[in-house]
């Protein structure tokens, strides 16, 4: 097993397999960008290397720790991302090449779309008028949730489901979902709703000047419309 994982990683690094050790990186420091991280592991479940949670994993010898490997060494240190405090909203904004995704014949039937993408998105995007560009964007929605809320960070992409509304808007629960793309980058924002949110109660008009009306936050602080 030990050997196909480094001839694996070996094509993705473009580096001879003798060159790949325990302290090859195999995250986004060495990988060109978070799609080609997934490929490659979308790549070592077809070869029957699935790794649950792989987004913890930094180096070679964390891979081989967690699949049984022979080369035993500490977990690399997940770097600190910065995420959505516990009452508070978040922001995250992510940009994706179109050409990083893996071609394919069947989408359904792609290990890197069935691990990425559930049925639904997957039946979206294929009826696209540019396929690849529709899932970039989905892709970059995905990533921009999890810089957004952290709590997103370990869930699989496949679990993160971007739904859409009548007239195309993407939409994802408590979140404000924007994605734009062109015919070789896309682009996602997500901006998640707070649970501070604003309590309106207006006010009495003939108690304001001019008969103005406003609502108070939670805050107590007093805002017009």
Same mark, same amino acid.
């Given at each position: 097993?030990?050997?196909? +994982?480094? %001839?694996?990683?070996?094509?993705?690094? %473009?580096?001879?397999?003798?060159?790949?050790?325990?302290?090859?990186?195999?995250?986004?420091?060495?990988?060109?960008?978070?799609?080609?991280?997934?490929?490659?592991?979308?790549?070592?479940?077809?070869?029957?290397?699935?790794?649950?949670?792989?987004?913890? +994993?930094?180096?070679?010898?964390?891979?081989?720790?967690?699949?049984?490997?022979?080369?035993?060494?500490?977990?690399?240190?997940?770097?600190?991302?910065?995420?959505?405090?516990?009452?508070?909203?978040?922001?995250?904004?992510?940009?994706?090449?179109?050409?990083?995704?893996?071609?394919?014949?069947?989408?359904?039937? !792609?290990?890197?779309?069935?691990?990425?993408?559930?049925?639904?998105?997957?039946?979206?995007?294929?009826?696209?008028? !540019?396929?690849?560009?529709?899932?970039?964007?989905?892709?970059?929605? %995905?990533?921009?949730?999890?810089?957004? !809320?952290?709590?997103?960070?370990?869930?699989?992409?496949?679990?993160?489901?971007?739904?859409?509304?009548? !007239?195309? %808007?993407?939409?994802?629960?408590?979140?404000? +979902?924007?994605?734009?793309?062109?015919?070789?980058?896309?682009?996602?924002?997500?901006?998640?709703?707070?649970?501070?949110?604003?309590?309106?109660?207006?006010?009495?008009?003939?108690?304001?000047?001019?008969?103005?009306?406003?609502?108070?936050?939670?805050?107590?602080?007093?805002?017009?419309?």
């Amino acid at each position: 097993m030990e050997e196909s +994982i480094k %001839k694996i990683v070996a094509g993705f690094l %473009k580096v001879p397999v003798e060159s790949v050790n325990s302290d090859t990186r195999i995250d986004r420091s060495a990988l060109s960008n978070s799609i080609v991280v997934h490929r490659l592991f979308a790549k070592l479940a077809e070869a029957g290397v699935r790794v649950e949670n792989y987004v913890e +994993i930094q180096s070679v010898g964390d891979l081989l720790q967690r699949t049984g490997g022979t080369v035993m060494v500490a977990p690399t240190p997940a770097p600190h991302m910065n995420g959505a405090s516990k009452n508070g909203g978040g922001a995250g904004i992510d940009i994706e090449d179109v050409s990083a995704l893996p071609r394919t014949n069947d989408f359904r039937e !792609d290990e890197f779309y069935k691990m990425n993408f559930a049925p639904s998105e997957i039946a979206y995007c294929i009826l696209q008028p !540019d396929s690849y560009a529709s899932f970039a964007g989905l892709f970059a929605a %995905k990533e921009a949730i999890i810089k957004a !809320d952290n709590a997103f960070r370990n869930m699989p992409f496949n679990s993160i489901v971007i739904n859409h509304e009548a !007239d195309g %808007k993407p939409t994802y629960n408590g979140f404000s +979902i924007s994605i734009s793309h062109t015919d070789t980058l896309a682009v996602a924002v997500a901006v998640k709703a707070s649970h501070a949110a604003t309590e309106q109660r207006p006010q009495d008009i003939g108690s304001l000047p001019g008969g103005a009306r406003g609502c108070y936050s939670r805050s107590g602080t007093f805002c017009f419309f």
